[in-house]
T-cell receptor
Framework: DGGITQSPKYLFRKEGQNVTLSCEQN?????MYWYRQDPGQGLRLIYY???????QKGDIAEGYSVSREKKESFPLTVTSAQKNPTAFYLC???????????FGDGTRLSIL | GQQVMQIPQYQHVQEGEDFTTYCNSS?????IQWYKQRPGGHPVFLIQ?????EVKKQKRLTFQFGEAKKNSSLHITATQTTDVGTYFC??????????????FGQGTELSVKP
């Protein structure tokens, strides 16, 4: 979706390194989400934020951290504690409630 | 953990055949959404069903929401190669003190042989 920008498209991480994935939206959405996608496992929720300066852990938060200092931005840091970080990471935003989620193009993270 | 089950995981069809994917939840959902993800792409919202027993159509796609609001299906009539991709259902559950939470099924990957 044009309103959500994820960068970079591809990212390589060295052992013991933290990396940060960017997610920016100009849709004025309150809620933002981070998902991890592995083959055959669908979308698994890492973290979500329903309002600025507040966020909650999803189902697989261990080894990840987030911040929500601005409404437009919800960066995800993959820490060295995440031992199997190779995956496709998707950011999404939503106006709230029962509304559809709008996804960015994703970031593919690999280990060097 | 995963609370919305989707089957089958994979479906291979000949072009022109029909295709159906099923979604089941262990708890009542306030709504069900369907998304399509093309190979190499990101999920794109298709439709939302809210009412018990609701049926909606989009050209060759028919979406149903069960009477108990615990299951849903997507049926594609006469598949085309443009239908290739992974179809996800996602149900909204309201969790005390957390509001609505969208829970995705594992997805059904559809391949269409011309």
């Amino acid at each position: 979706d044009g309103g959500i920008t994820q960068s970079p498209k591809y990212l390589f991480r060295k052992e013991g390194q933290n990396v940060t994935l960017s997610c920016e939206q100009n849709l004025n959405h309150d809620a933002m989400y981070w998902y991890r996608q592995d083959p055959g496992q669908g979308l698994r929720l890492i973290y979500y934020s329903q309002i600025v300066n507040d966020f909650q852990k999803g189902d697989i938060a261990e080894g990840y951290s987030v911040s929500r200092e601005k409404k437009e931005s919800f960066p995800l840091t993959v820490t060295s504690a995440q031992k199997n970080p190779t995956a496709f990471y998707l950011c999404a935003s939503q106006t709230g409630g029962n509304q559809p989620q709008h996804f960015g193009d994703g970031t593919r993270l690999s280990i060097l | 953990g995963q609370q919305v089950m989707q089957i089958p995981q994979y479906q291979h069809v000949q072009e022109g055949e029909d295709f159906t994917t099923y979604c089941n939840s262990s708890t009542t959902l306030s709504n069900i959404q369907w998304y399509k993800q093309r190979p190499g792409g990101h999920p794109v919202f298709l439709i939302q069903l809210v009412k018990s027993g609701e049926v909606k159509k989009q050209k060759r796609l028919t979406f149903q929401f069960g009477e108990a609001k615990k299951n849903s299906s997507l049926h594609i009539t006469a598949t085309q190669t443009t239908d290739v991709g992974t179809y996800f259902c996602a149900g909204t559950r309201y969790i005390y003190n957390q509001g609505g939470k969208l829970i995705f099924g594992q997805g059904t990957e559809l391949s269409v042989k011309p």
